[in-house]
């Protein structure tokens, strides 16, 4: 069974959207959302981007990597190219997807997408006028120290993968 | 500014609720979610406890860490030990909180503790009637190659920080 019984969208919002879905004797709330990416970017000079920016929905101010939405049948890849250059100001380099995965799978369709971006180029940022975003660079070899200040998943999913690489790589 | 200038509750379900936001010219949707935990466990016998079942929300069967959501003021470490016993049966043991994060701070309240439970006994498991769940358990020692299995944010972080936790321990 990987098919509702029934299914309808009961809100829907510029961004998000939720549908309740009746599956046998379960009814399940669901989130609608287009997807995500994040990046893990290591410029020239061998240093890791953040953003530092209000979030809403936390009513905090977090310390992420650079991420945003996909828009509408937009490549995981684009969307991350996009984010990047217009957030942090960085293009080029080499990437590869670091992971892919659910946000939140009970009751969210959220995919995320993570790449990283080695070699990156720093230019002029573009921020979204909607957003006010602080940029904070991290030389990789100091991310170990910044783990603690990480509050959200896409971020420490990043990190640590990141990690991991290196420590292989040796 | 970490207080929005308008707030509306656009729509209540059993599990979520929808706000609409207004902060200076920003509009902000929000999903209202009580919180959940997810549970690292090592047996007796040093394995980890996953389960797999279907995500309806993802259309797919996931393996993941053992988790649930938490009963309105219920505290983390309680949802936790008792959703660790009625999903794989396992009691006791010595606990620590691994982490705590935001699954997805751009447009959700839900926060996510993961914690590390070692020294887990067996028992009977009394799942939910709603769930239908598979337990999988994985010596710790063959975590790292279960990895690419794992399809959700709170199972990657929760097993990356074991793995980084454990090759720190030597």
Known sequence: MTEPDESRLV????LLGVTVERWGDAEREIV???GAVAIVSVDT???VAFVR???EA???VLLELPAGTREAGEPPLE???????????LSGGEWRELAAFWTAPGFCRETM???LAEGVERGEASPDPDEQLEVVRVPAADLDAHLAEIEDAKTLVGVLLYLRAA????
Chains 1, 2 share one sequence.
């Open 11 to 14: 809100w829907e919002g510029r």
């Open 32 to 34: 609608e959302h287009p």
């Open 45 to 47: 000079e061998g240093c």
């Open 53 to 55: 920016q209000l979030r």
């Open 58 to 60: 936390t009513r905090r």
């Open 79 to 89: 969307t991350a190219q996009r984010e990047l250059r217009e957030e942090c100001g």
């Open 113 to 115: 997408h993570v790449f």
């Open 167 to 170: 420590a292989a790589a040796g």
